[in-house]
């Protein structure tokens, strides 16, 4: 059972700044690109960034030189550091990963449970 948990959520005041992190458990054999999606109230979940295994990052427009991905591979974690935060980037972060888990042969999607991101004065 492969299971993706996030943390470094909660209330922040605009401009300031929060880190999240994603650790993967279980019977792992690799992880692809792992990477970040949000959801807020009322809107469809909209994909953030991403980063492949050999460091590759890809960014939304809308948090292009705020917001920075990375991964450490040893750790089986992603994280997301988030600088200069707005209103608007109020939402449900969730972690998402393609995984080779212990017999399979192909990568499968996993979800993290999400994590609340406020951003308000």
């Known amino acids: 059972q492969v299971q993706l948990v996030e943390s470094g959520g909660g209330l922040v005041q605009p401009g300031g700044s929060l880190r999240l992190s994603c650790a993967a458990s279980g019977s792992i054999i690799s992880i692809y690109t792992m990477g970040w999606y949000r959801q807020a109230p009322g809107k469809q979940r909209e994909w953030v960034a991403d980063?492949?295994?050999?460091?590759?990052?890809n960014y939304a427009d809308s948090v292009k030189g705020r917001f920075t991905i990375s991964r450490d591979n040893a750790k089986k974690t992603v994280y997301l550091q988030m600088n200069s935060l707005k209103p608007e980037d109020t939402a449900v972060y969730y972690c998402?990963?393609?995984?080779?888990?212990?017999?399979?042969?192909?990568?499968?999607?996993?979800w993290g449970q999400g994590t609340q991101v406020s951003v308000s004065s």
């Open positions: 998402n990963a393609v995984i080779v888990s212990s017999g399979q042969y192909a990568g499968t999607d996993y």
């Open positions: 980063i492949t295994r050999g460091g590759r990052t």
